[in-house]
T-cell receptor, first 118, second 115 residues
Framework: GAVVSQHPSRVICKSGTSVKIECRSL??????MFWYRQFPKQSLMLMAT?????????EQGVEKDKFLINHASLTLSTLTVTSAHPEDSSFYIC??????????????FGNGTRLTVT | GDSVTQMEGPVTLSEEAFLTINCTYT??????LFWYVQYPGEGLQLLLK?????DKGSNKGFEATYRKETTSFHLEKGSVQVSDSAVYFC??????????????FGTGTRLKVLA
């Protein structure tokens, strides 16, 4: 159980275009999802916390107008990288926690999306 | 603020060798502690967890004990296999302090097991 599906797994786009990444909880509901960015051989950097039915909470230094997050339902959150540039190339990972949450319940991660901007 | 420190990698071992990956943390409260594993090109998978002092998490031959006195959560395995080659992340979460369920991750330790 507790599967998080992330799509696409890999995307290549041209500079200036926008890319949407989907994160779905397949067998549980998640009021909160998290979006991470991972640079090569580095740890995960939390970008934002996605809340169902409300605005996302962005971490300091993350441009909310560039990384648009929509959490339209209890099973789906999307991250749109707008006007992508080569420096946005990275591995993006989403995670979710089952609802109702309990303190010690773990995060479940998607398999990530490798974005390459040319 | 809360933080997690992991030993730097990469760690290279021969098959059947003993593995230890060190993890220490600083926290103002009483966090839950986790080990996640990331295989190449994939997301993170929960490996094991411990929610209070002296708890031992275990899974797939891996173990880690929550040591409050040393603020540590070292990962161990008695006999590693080539298939254990991956990046291992130590993490903590304490919503009572942060008010959210944010996780704080260590920098990850890459393990390479040679046949």
């Amino acid at each position: 159980g507790a599967v998080v599906s992330q799509h696409p797994s890999r995307v290549i786009c041209k500079s200036g275009t926008s890319v949407k990444i989907e994160c779905r909880s397949l067998d549980f509901q998640a009021t909160t999802m998290f979006w991470y960015r991972q640079f090569p051989k580095q740890s995960l950097m939390l970008m934002a916390t996605s809340n169902e039915g409300s605005k996302a909470t962005y971490e300091q230094g993350v441009e909310k107008d560039k990384f648009l997050i929509n959490h339209a339902s209890l099973t789906l959150s999307t991250l749109t990288v707008t006007s992508a540039h080569p420096e946005d190339s990275s591995f993006y990972i989403c995670s979710a926690r089952a609802t109702p949450s309990v303190r010690n319940s773990p995060l479940h991660f998607g398999n990530g999306t490798r974005l390459t901007v040319t | 603020g809360d933080s997690v420190t992991q030993m730097e990698g990469p760690v290279t071992l021969s098959e059947e060798a003993f593995l230890t990956i060190n993890c220490t943390y600083t926290a103002t409260g009483y966090p839950s502690l986790f080990w996640y594993v990331q295989y190449p090109g994939e997301g993170l998978q929960l490996l094991l967890k411990a929610t209070k002092a002296d708890d031992k998490g275990s899974n797939k031959g891996f173990e880690a004990t929550y040591r409050k006195e040393t603020t540590s959560f070292h990962l161990e395995k008695g006999s590693v296999q080539v298939s254990d080659s991956a990046v291992y992340f130590c993490a903590l979460s304490d919503p009572r302090v942060s008010g959210t369920y944010k996780y704080i991750f260590g920098t990850g330790t890459r393990l390479k097991v040679l046949a």
